[in-house]
């Protein structure tokens, strides 16, 4: 059985990731979507809360299992049973992160894959945290997180739902 591990900080989930889990999800018999801590990040949302925002959004998909680990990525993935990684691009500045990350997970496990993705175009420019951003400030998020993603946004700001 082939297994695939989407790996993110998903804070929050946006119809980007959304695309990379649903073409995952056609392609591997069992995808994980498992949300890490990035070091380089400061959350908005915390664990539990993005736990069930990816839940909500991907519980059309029967092959998706949403999980959370504490810990290195190729830790989790052994412990799974994993040795596909999957990653979106979205455009060059990705590469060079990606890259690294790529490379340095290999090393720490030989067995590892890392598999990319392209973005959709309608998806270059769409990141977390400029949602984050959009919706700190009052405007439009719809159209680029699901909407239930969108409410738990508009009440982390104290705008009403
Ligand atoms: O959505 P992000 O923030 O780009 O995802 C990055 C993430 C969470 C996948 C990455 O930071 C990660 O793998 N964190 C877990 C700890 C780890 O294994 N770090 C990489 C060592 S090369």
């Given at each position: 059985m082939a297994k695939a591990l989407c790996p993110g900080?998903?804070?929050?989930?946006t119809y980007g990731h959304m695309d990379v889990i649903e073409r995952a999800a056609r392609v591997f018999d069992q995808v994980y979507v498992t949300i890490f801590q990035n070091d380089a990040k400061n959350p908005l949302f915390t664990v539990q809360e993005r736990v069930e925002m990816c839940r909500e959004a991907v519980a059309?998909?029967?092959?998706v299992t949403v999980d959370a680990y504490h810990g290195l990525l190729v830790e989790y993935a052994k412990r799974q049973g994993i040795s596909i990684v999957v990653k979106g691009l979205r455009?060059?500045?990705d590469f060079e992160y990606e890259f690294q990350m790529a490379q340095m997970n290999r090393r720490l496990d030989a067995e590892l894959e890392t598999f990319f993705m392209i973005a959709r175009p309608e998806h270059a420019y769409l990141s977390s945290s400029i949602v984050k951003t959009i919706a700190r400030f009052g405007g439009s998020v719809t159209g680029l997180v699901p909407p239930h993603v969108e409410s738990r946004l508009l009440r982390k700001f104290g705008r009403s739902v």
């Amino acid at each position: 059985m082939a297994k695939a591990l989407c790996p993110g900080s998903f804070d929050p989930l946006t119809y980007g990731h959304m695309d990379v889990i649903e073409r995952a999800a056609r392609v591997f018999d069992q995808v994980y979507v498992t949300i890490f801590q990035n070091d380089a990040k400061n959350p908005l949302f915390t664990v539990q809360e993005r736990v069930e925002m990816c839940r909500e959004a991907v519980a059309h998909l029967p092959n998706v299992t949403v999980d959370a680990y504490h810990g290195l990525l190729v830790e989790y993935a052994k412990r799974q049973g994993i040795s596909i990684v999957v990653k979106g691009l979205r455009a060059v500045s990705d590469f060079e992160y990606e890259f690294q990350m790529a490379q340095m997970n290999r090393r720490l496990d030989a067995e590892l894959e890392t598999f990319f993705m392209i973005a959709r175009p309608e998806h270059a420019y769409l990141s977390s945290s400029i949602v984050k951003t959009i919706a700190r400030f009052g405007g439009s998020v719809t159209g680029l997180v699901p909407p239930h993603v969108e409410s738990r946004l508009l009440r982390k700001f104290g705008r009403s739902v």
